[in-house]
Nanobody
Framework: QVQLVESGGGLVQTGGSLRLSCAASGLAFSTYAMGWFRQAPGKGREFVATISWSGGNTIYTDSVKGRFTISRDNAKNTVYLQMNSLKPEDTAVYYC?????????????????WGQGTQVTVSS
């Protein structure tokens, strides 16, 4: 079955960096668009970043532009989210998601598979 397993979350101070990883199995990874979403306590799940099959197309939500970078390694079936200059408002559970189609997708309901999430906490 399809599995998406996130890792790399943790506690970091304001201005720090983390790199999240999402390892995929049970699917033809290079034929799936990938995305990262996050959910803060008491809030809905929001879009963060998305990347196309080849990695040539990416989209970011405005609040993370210039600070976060999404990338993928199709040979390793893994998508990454490099997060720099972290702020307390970035605190959330971060989820990766996969969609069986090329392109970039910002709506959570566009995605077919989800990971279990990894906690990111940024202290002030």
């Amino acid at each position: 079955q399809v599995q998406l397993v996130e890792s790399g979350g943790g506690l970091v101070q304001t201005g720090g960096s983390l790199r999240l990883s999402c390892a995929a199995s049970g699917l033809a990874f290079s034929t799936y668009a990938m995305g990262w979403f996050r959910q803060a306590p008491g809030k809905g799940r929001e879009f963060v970043a998305t990347i196309s099959w080849s990695g040539g197309n990416t989209i970011y939500t405005d609040s993370v532009k210039g600070r976060f970078t999404i990338s993928r390694d199709n040979a390793k079936n893994t998508v990454y989210l490099q997060m720099n200059s972290l702020k307390p408002e970035d605190t959330a559970v971060y989820y990766c998601a996969a969609r069986r189609r090329d392109g970039t997708f910002v709506i959570r309901y566009d995605y077919h598979y989800w990971g279990q999430g990894t906690q990111v906490t940024v202290s002030s």
